[in-house]
């Protein structure tokens, strides 16, 4: 049976570069000009020039960081911290869940179930209202990092269960054989053979953590999204505002990937 | 044979997986320097067998003691018993993120809190002795199949163990690179080291084997010294898997 040939392959105009370069162009421009003609429909006054003195002003020959700028280390130091301790909940839950010990697996699956089930506005509310007086926290951004930990950390253990996981029982076998403790073999030996698996997932932790610490405005922790929303109250200028808040959030984002992406080729490189 | 010279006591041991009776009565006693080579047909629980012997699988009934001590839930020390039991695997099972060289300071720097200088003197004596000194800085993937195990018998080595496991070290290797793992093998036999080796190489049993084992079904069918295991199975299912094997 005689086979087809396989045609020349043309590109399509469609699928060609300059066409996509278009295509996106007058996207760009259309969402452009439907929100400027929106503002203009409803007389929106654009005071794009008032912005700046809300990241920085000049007094005196002194610099001073405006409440823009202040938000946005709230909202990095928050995701930090949030970083730090998610990670350590996470490979706790997830050292318990594969754990022998029958009380080490109840407690981690129900920390996870209760966590997975709940909304994060709800835990929200429960780590300031009711969990905040009774640890006696006195700024409710450590009750915010707290919460976004605990909320995160069930991702951050699955993440690492799996990367544990995937480390072939040989590897457990051989470090028993030449005697090593299970917590040595794991600190060795399992780790640091994960560790690398975990690390493009567990960037997606840190970016939910940046992204979620805005639902820490409702607890009125001063990070970006609040300190936004009361800019917005002192001055009325919300789109200005929000369409600057918005890009902060994605170049924090978007340069925390592409950091951990060089970090994870550089470690792939040194095997 | 006196007690002060037994190593190894399999005694009345058996093991299920679940259901399935992997090994049944199992009754075995390795004298120090002895050399032990298990065989028998895929399935039949030989690595099972040694597998129990440093307790990287727990038998239900019987006892197994090394040097005395029962090996059970309750044995207190069992990485330190461990560290006196060297096993190599048929998978080599080398760290991959460690070079060759750290593969084999590991346990005498985290185990026995050897110095650095101290471990890597050792580890470099025991590479120069299964003849791969020059591959130590490099890490597990660059080497060849061969070099690997013998890198991995090493590793063993550097822990200093008085008896050495070995779970068909040449199975997963190329024919041109079994002789090479052998020959270490048959230098360390050669130096007194006590050895159970579950392996197909009958030339290599024949060299070093002191005793035959023949499994099959989870039950040693025969044992005794090499020439009457070769010359004179008393079992026909022995005679018949040695004609397999040989005829291959
Ligand atoms: N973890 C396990 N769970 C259930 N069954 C198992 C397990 N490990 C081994 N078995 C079964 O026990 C039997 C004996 O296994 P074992 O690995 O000891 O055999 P073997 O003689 O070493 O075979 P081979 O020559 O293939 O390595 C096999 O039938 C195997 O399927
Ligand atoms: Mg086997």
């Known amino acids: 049976m005689a086979v087809p040939r396989p045609r020349a392959r043309r590109v399509r105009w469609w699928k060609s570069k300059p066409f996509d370069v278009a295509q996106f162009t007058l996207l760009t421009g259309l969402v452009v000009w439907l ?37 946005l280390m709230v909202t990095i130091e928050i995701a930090a911290w949030g970083m ?12 318990l869940r594969l754990s022998d010990s029958f009380a080490g697996r109840i407690v981690s699956t129900v920390y996870l179930e209760i966590i997975r089930n709940t909304p ?34 069930t991702f951050a253990s699955e993440i690492m269960r799996a990367g544990i996981n995937s480390v072939p029982r040989g590897q457990w076998e051989a470090g028993s054989t030449i005697g090593l403790s299970r917590t040595k073999t794991y600190i060795y030996i399992i780790l640091p053979q994960a560790i690398p698996l975990m690390l493009p997932p567990l960037t997606g932790i840190m970016v939910n953590l940046i992204k979620h610490s805005a639902i820490l405005s409702f607890i009125a922790v001063f990070e970006l999204t609040t300190e936004a929303r009361n800019l917005i109250g002192d001055t009325f200028m919300s789109f200005e505002v929000w369409f600057v808040v918005g890009p902060m959030y994605l170049i924090l984002t978007i340069s925390l990937s592409t950091l951990v992406g060089w970090m994870e080729r550089r470690v792939r490189a040194r095997q | 044979m006196t007690d002060s010279e037994t190593m190894i006591v399999m005694s009345g041991v058996n093991k299920w997986y679940d259901d399935f009776h992997v090994l049944k009565d199992i009754n075995l006693s390795v004298r120090q320097g002895e050399r032990v080579v298990v065989c028998g047909p895929s399935g039949s629980g ?12 727990e038998h239900q009934a019987g006892s197994i003691t090394f040097k005395g001590i029962e090996l059970d839930e309750d044995t207190k020390n069992i990485a330190e018993i461990r560290t006196e039991i060297g096993m190599v695997f048929q998978q080599f099972n080398l760290f991959p993120h460690l070079s060759v060289l750290d593969n084999c300071t590991l346990g005498p720097i985290k185990v026995r809190n050897a110095s650095r200088a101290d471990a890597e003197a050792l580890a470099m004596e025991y ?8 591959q130590a800085d490099k890490y597990p993937s660059q080497l060849s199949g061969g070099q690997q195990q013998r890198a991995a018998i090493a590793r063993s080595l550097c822990m200093k163990p008085e008896v050495m496991l070995f779970d068909e070290p040449t199975s997963s290797l190329d024919p041109e690179m079994i002789k090479e793992v052998l020959d270490v093998m ?61 005829s291959h």
């Open chain 1, 35 to 71: 929100t400027w003609r929106g503002a203009a429909g409803m007389e929106y006054r654009w005071q794009w020039h008032r912005l700046p003195q809300y990241f920085y002003e000049i007094i005196d020959g002194e610099l001073l960081w405006g409440p823009l700028v202040y938000g």
């Open chain 2, 46 to 57: 030989k690595s099972t067998l040694i597998r129990c012997i440093n307790r990287l699988e």
């Open chain 2, 186 to 246: 048959v230098d360390l036999a050669e130096s007194g080291m006590t050895m159970i080796c579950v392996t197909h190489e009958m030339g290599f049993a024949r060299t070093v084997a002191d005793t035959m084992i023949f499994m099959d079904e989870g039950r040693i069918v025969e044992e005794g010294p090499p020439e009457g295991f070769f010359n004179a199975p008393k079992s026909e299912r022995t005679k018949l898997f040695l004609s397999q094997i040989l």
């Open chain 1, 120 to 153: 994060l506005l709800v835990q929200v509310s429960i780590f300031y209202f009711v969990l905040q007086p009774i640890l006696g926290i006195n700024n409710p951004i450590w009750t915010g990092i707290l919460c976004l930990a605990f909320f995160e950390g």
């Open chain 1, 84 to 95: 730090v301790l998610a990670l350590i909940i996470g490979l706790i839950t997830a050292i």
């Open chain 2, 127 to 134: 590479l120069e002795r299964v003849q791969i000194p020059d």
